[in-house]
Nanobody
């Protein structure tokens, strides 16, 4: 059974940091590119960051460049999103996605940036 389980969301003040984790199981994790998306009510899901299957290549949305870092641990079947210098506009539900011959989604974790 394929599963992507996000964790690490919560409430943080502007300027603070959070680290999101996504635990993968049920598929060959090391063969999949991994991505983090976010979504706010009434808006389309937005790609935030992506990492290749080996971890050697990463990409970021302009809105998070220099603040967010995506990483993965293929031995542990985990992908992470380190979010620094958080802004209120980063408030969203964050989803991880696995992409290869198939596409899998997690259920999401809420991140709220507010004072």
């Amino acid at each position: 059974q394929v599963q992507l389980l996000e964790s690490g969301g919560g409430l943080v003040q502007p300027g603070g940091s959070l680290r999101l984790s996504c635990a993968a199981s049920g598929f060959t994790f090391s063969s999949y590119s991994m991505k983090w998306y976010r979504q706010t009510p009434g808006k389309e899901r937005e790609l935030v960051a992506a990492i290749s299957s080996t971890g050697r290549s990463t990409n970021y949305a302009d809105s998070v460049k220099g603040r967010f870092i995506i990483s993965r641990d293929n031995a542990a079947n985990m992908v992470y999103l380190q979010m620094n210098t958080l802004k209120p506009e980063d408030t969203a539900v964050y989803f991880c996605q696995a992409v290869s011959s198939r596409v899998y989604w997690g259920q999401g974790t809420q991140v709220t940036v507010s004072s």
